[in-house]
DNA sequence: TCAAAAGTGTTCACCGTACACCCATGA
DNA sequence: TCATGGGTGTACGGTGAACACTTTTGA
């Protein structure tokens, strides 16, 4: 029989977005070669355990988070000394979380666990920082042809709130009033008949929600969700 | 320290393309449980060997093949009973090949090695029909957004044969005359001064070649390849 | 001269783009 | 009344879509 002498570890790359900045979720070590430093949330599949729920487990264990958006990202094991102890081949994933809805809480192996602006994230252990720039490149095209930032956001949200979160992911400037007819074309975002106002002035804004339902409709029809700009 | 009882293989959805169809290639197990079964072409890595090296080393020893794209697909590692005789996690890849340039040629563990019209596959071992449809579904997409198409084809082609690629692989006619013209915009095909012709009939063409290097230049310009049809 | 495949232009409709002013609220 | 953010319509140009006849060759 086969005798192989290789670990499978799984990483996840979790998104995070709260008022015009992007963040990434990094943990940081409690023990080992590496500790006190930071890496991506993630850790060893167990024998019996399929790779998506080592990935939940795992996000859980070190920071109590359940996500909203997850997927496969890519697997890497070309380079067979990225873990300097052993042979690790790893599976990594892209998610999504609104982080309101969660309090990191740092458990068992992890230090801490915290939010770094996608800007601002330290030198991160293996080849995690890698594993980000791929993420983050995901995350970049997927938003244009995918509806996935509704994930990012609270439920019911200001279209500015939406506007913004394109702005700021895509780096780019967007036109309110074509932004709000493309959007509204689909019709996969609803409008509420809540109005709130956010901070001190100005006009109080309608909440939308994003119509799942409608949208798995629509791609039945051969729906294509498109959102680009000049 | 981590004790895993997993392992981990590779396995390959070579696509090729010849006069009209879309062919996927297949290896006929020659020992084991499945003998005599076909799956597709792959196998278990060395402890010291990167992924994608594993995927050229089983296609050539079980095809005799080196193929022109090969890619990432997707790991496989949710469903713990894949294969029945112990936890195998496979990394799947996605490779283009032009039939013309090899033949194929089963060795070691291969009884045969063969080619099989995408709608003629027969039901293929683990969860390998799962891969060529994920697969078909990447072919499919990525030929819209990348000049994927060239590699199943000959380094001088027709511009008949790249518009019947187009045709056969996503299933859908299209407009002679737009496809050319959408295709000589971007700048990326140029013409050879050859001629020739096929069959026994008809007008003579010219030949046509695909400009890597135009098109690696036009990338750093921010160029988006796309080519879609009504 | 016929059959088969290659080569070629124009028109129209729609959609993406650019662009600026008024409205509702709290201080 | 002022500052702040929300909400809205139109005109133009470019691109995708539809569409048919002529040319070159071998039989």
Request: charged fraction near 30%; include cysteine.
């Amino acid at each position: 029989m086969i005798n192989q002498n290789i670990k499978i570890a799984v990483d996840a790359i979790v998104f995070g977005y709260e008022k015009g900045t992007l963040y990434v979720l990094a943990i940081q070590q409690r023990f080992g070669k590496l500790a006190d430093s930071w890496v991506l949330p993630g850790g060893f599949i167990l024998d019996d355990e399929p790779l998506i729920n080592a990935v939940e487990r795992e996000l859980k264990e070190e920071a109590g988070i359940a996500v909203n958006y997850l997927e496969q990202l890519g697997t890497f094991g070309d380079d067979v000394n990225r873990d300097d102890r052993f042979r690790v081949i790893s599976v990594a994933y892209f998610a999504l979380v609104n982080p309101k809805n969660f309090v990191l809480k740092a458990d068992t192996d992890a230090k801490d666990a915290k939010w770094f602006p996608i800007n601002e994230i330290p030198k991160l252990g293996f080849d995690h920082d890698d594993m980000v720039k791929l993420a983050h490149q995901r995350l970049k095209s997927k938003l244009t042809y995918q509806p996935i930032g509704f994930d990012l956001l609270d439920a019911e949200f200001l279209f500015s709130d939406l506007e913004n979160l394109y702005c700021t992911i895509l780096e780019q400037d967007i036109d309110r009033r074509n932004f709000r007819k493309k959007i509204l074309s689909f019709g996969i975002v609803k409008e509420t008949n809540k109005v709130v106002k956010i901070g001190a002035s100005g006009r109080p804004g309608k909440l939308f929600s994003f119509d799942k339902h409608k949208y798995n409709q629509l791609l039945k029809e051969n729906f294509q969700f498109d959102i680009r700009f000049a």
